[in-house]
């Protein structure tokens, strides 16, 4: 008989919250057809997954979910920090996808932006 431990069962949901957001960045980019990128907040389980891999960010800033869907349809994600408010436009979610690209796993991926209506 297996003992169901309280890992396994944090194992199960954080299983479920990964899989809703599987299906809800597959929803997202199937209603925006001429989307290649996303910004999203991270779900329950991905921040769990963020938070044991990075140290936390500093209090200005928030954890973001970048979200890029490939030429065959896949879909990659990588967490980046940065303000806690952002105007998630589809060239702000390809510019953060290319410095994704080019930082290595092991380091967060981190954007600042001026104040609005600064440049």
Do not use: Y
């Amino acid at each position: 008989m297996t003992q169901k431990t309280a890992d396994n069962s944090q194992d199960k949901a954080a299983s479920r919250w990964v899989g809703d957001a599987v299906s809800d960045d597959r929803l997202w980019f199937a209603a925006h057809p001429d989307r290649a990128s996303r910004i999203r907040r991270p779900d329950f389980a991905e921040l769990a997954t963020i938070e044991r891999t990075f140290a936390p960010p500093l209090p200005f800033v928030g954890w973001w979910m970048v979200v890029h869907r490939n030429s065959d349809g896949s879909r990659s994600r990588r967490p980046f920090f940065g303000p806690h408010s952002l105007t998630c436009t589809e060239d702000l979610a390809r510019s953060v996808w290319c410095m994704a690209l080019d930082t290595p796993h092991d380091q967060p991926v981190g954007i600042v932006l001026p104040p609005e209506g600064r440049a």
